[in-house]
């Protein structure tokens, strides 16, 4: 089955710098990759995902990229604020389901 | 205003007994998923279905049941064999498996 790794696991930048968070996957078949951000105690909610017919998406700060080649795809986001601290969560599409990574917290100091 | 709703926000279990987490969507979504989240952690995978009166165990079913008798209905069972179900459950919902999954805003279930 499919199994996705996110790295890293925690993120420290100031405010105003870049932020990239990567994966891997490991079935050649996925062809859907959602991004979620996770508040504390909160629901996650999706930020932006990317199918397997483009390499790169744009929403504003958010960026998502895929390389299906080495089966990897990164989150980016510009020029961060205080409230982008969260836990970030990538997912892979296997057979009938999602699975997520580990997640990665990221911490936005001021 | 369309969307998913878990009821209770928080729960607790005495010893040996089951409890039932409810999961409902307007979405008209066909798919809907039950997520553990425990401290600090990712999402594990209980059980989900892609149609009614359909489901399929995920990574770490034991311990729970579910039924999906109607398409807006997804209750979650925590049974007596469920030896740790103190975490944080998440539903979800999808048009389909390959389609963003909605997540309600999740049961606290803790051990009295």
């Known amino acids: 089955g499919e199994n996705v790794e996110q790295h890293p696991s925690t993120l420290s930048v100031q405010e105003g710098d870049s932020a990239v968070i990567k994966c891997t996957y490991s079935?050649?078949?996925?062809?859907?990759f959602p991004w979620y951000k996770q508040e504390l105690g909160k629901r996650p909610q999706l930020i932006i995902d990317i199918r397997s017919n483009v390499g790169e998406k744009k929403d504003q700060r958010i960026a998502v990229t895929l390389n299906k080649t080495a089966k990897h795809f990164s989150l980016h986001i510009t020029e961060t604020q205080p409230e982008d601290s969260a836990v970030y969560f990538c997912a892979a599409v296997g057979f009938q389901k999602l699975v997520f990574g580990t997640g990665t917290r990221l911490l936005v100091s001021p | 205003d369309g969307g998913i709703t878990q009821s209770p926000k928080y729960l607790f279990r005495k010893e040996g007994q089951n409890v039932t987490l409810s999961c409902e969507q307007n979405?008209?979504?066909?798919?809907m998923y039950w997520y553990r989240q425990d401290p600090g952690q990712g999402l594990r995978l209980i059980y989900y279905?892609?149609?009614?009166?359909?489901?399929q165990k995920g990574d770490i079913a034991e311990g729970y049941s579910v039924s999906r008798e109607k398409k807006e209905s997804f209750p979650l069972t925590v049974t007596s064999a469920q030896k740790n179900p103190t975490a944080f459950y998440l539903c979800?919902?999808?048009?389909?498996?390959?389609?963003?999954?909605?997540f309600g805003d999740g049961t606290r279930l803790s051990i009295l």
């Open positions: 979800a919902s999808a048009k389909e498996a390959k389609q963003p999954q909605h």
């Open positions: 279905s892609q149609i009614v009166n359909d489901f």
């Open positions: 979405l008209n979504h066909d798919a």
């Open positions: 079935d050649s078949a996925s062809n859907y």
